[in-house]
């Protein structure tokens, strides 16, 4: 199998294929910046600074991310939060009842969650001991109905970043959408796949600002792919997903990078500062690598832990029932402050 093989209209769903998109009045009438009466959106015409419907296209930011990654804007889809591109992939590319998607476990717990609310089979290929794909048993788990095959890269909950090779190796022979979720990419010391995207059309990566850009509360994901997979999600995507003041906060902390890199530095310094820490601790058994604003660990009774440190008024996530997660902790990195008296509550109990 090669990629030259590889054929969007063979892996999207026949009735999206068919799809006439609705059309906004906002996707019919597109600003060129000269004065205009609007009067084709039903709108209320008193201005408050969001009387307006949001750019359905969200042209703006898309236009800086795409200088900033150095892809088209063509290659970008918007939506309220990765979650979102992520359940629109499900909508266009998995028939329920019939497609399957390939997962790695432990890994984000969303994929689970889309697969089964669009009914789609999800066959699950745990990662090896050290967190990494097992390639031939990938490959061997799919077949001609498995369309999306997830790969969380920084993982989470584990941390670690998967190896480039068993990455190249899985795109190149897989014939659905491999998504790369890169929710944790900015702290991370790898490449993102985003400049790959050219050289393979069954990439998708998808990304967002709800980690590393410190904007989780105003949902905003992106997904960087080829045009073809671009085109086919808007015909599907609601026509204003991405709704004003999400665009006008993300626009200004895309163009504040300064401020974004300053604060991963302090995250990824108290990151070193914890993990230091950690080994300090009597009840710890395991810290493994992070290439996340997060560290796993394994102790000695995750239930017991967690519930101390909930006692002492700090929240932690417990990852014990998930496979290769037996009595694992998962810890964000927090301020200075939070991060003393996370290590201050540890050694005490
Ligand atoms: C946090 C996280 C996301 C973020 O999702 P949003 O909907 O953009 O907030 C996506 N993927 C993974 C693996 C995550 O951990």
Redesign the pocket.
């Known amino acids: 199998m090669s990629t030259t093989e590889f054929n969007i209209k063979n892996i999207v769903r026949k009735n999206v294929l068919q799809i006439q998109p609705y059309s906004s009045a906002r996707d019919e009438y597109v600003s060129d910046g000269s004065t205009m009466v609007f009067l084709d959106a039903n709108e209320n015409p008193y201005e408050n600074g969001v009387n307006r419907y949001p750019d359905p296209q969200q042209r703006r930011l898309k236009s800086v991310l795409a200088d900033q990654k150095n892809v088209g804007v063509a290659n970008i889809l918007l939506g309220n939060?990765?979650?979102?591109v992520l359940d629109l992939l499900f909508r266009a590319f998995c028939e329920p009842k019939h497609d399957n998607i390939i997962t790695l476990p432990p890994?984000?717990g969303?994929y689970t969650v889309l697969a089964t609310i669009n009914d789609i089979e999800e066959r699950k290929v745990v990662l090896d001991r050290h967190f990494q794909p097992k390639v031939s048993q990938i490959l061997n788990a799919i077949d001609e109905n498995s369309k999306l095959l997830f790969l969380?890269s920084p993982n989470?909950p584990t941390g670690n970043s998967f190896s480039e090779d068993k990455i190249v190796q899985i795109v190149e022979n897989f014939k659905g959408l491999v998504v790369i979720?890169e929710?944790?990419i900015d702290f991370s010391v790898e490449d993102s796949w985003v400049k790959r995207i050219k050289k393979y059309p069954n990439l998708v990566v998808?990304q967002?600002?709800?980690?590393a850009y410190g904007l989780?509360g105003i949902?905003?994901?992106i997904c960087y792919a080829s045009e073809g997979v671009i085109e086919i999600l808007n015909t599907i995507k609601p026509p204003y997903n991405v709704n004003e003041l999400t665009q006008q906060r993300a626009l200004e902390r895309v163009l504040d990078q300064e401020k974004v890199t300053e604060e991963v530095g302090r995250i990824l310094e108290q990151r070193n500062a914890l993990i230091e820490a950690l080994k300090t601790v009597p009840f710890v058994t395991e810290i493994y690598p992070t290439d996340a604003n997060f560290v796993l660990i394994k102790v000695d009774d995750a239930n017991k832990r967690y519930e101390q440190l909930l006692k002492h008024g700090i929240v932690i996530r417990n990852r014990s029932t998930q496979p290769l997660c037996e009595d694992a902790l998962r810890l964000t990195i927090g301020t200075a402050e939070e991060n003393t008296q996370l290590i201050t509550v540890l050694k005490q109990v």
């Open positions: 939060g990765s979650d979102e890994t984000y969303m969380c989470n979720d929710a944790y998808t967002t600002l709800s980690k989780a949902r905003l994901g």
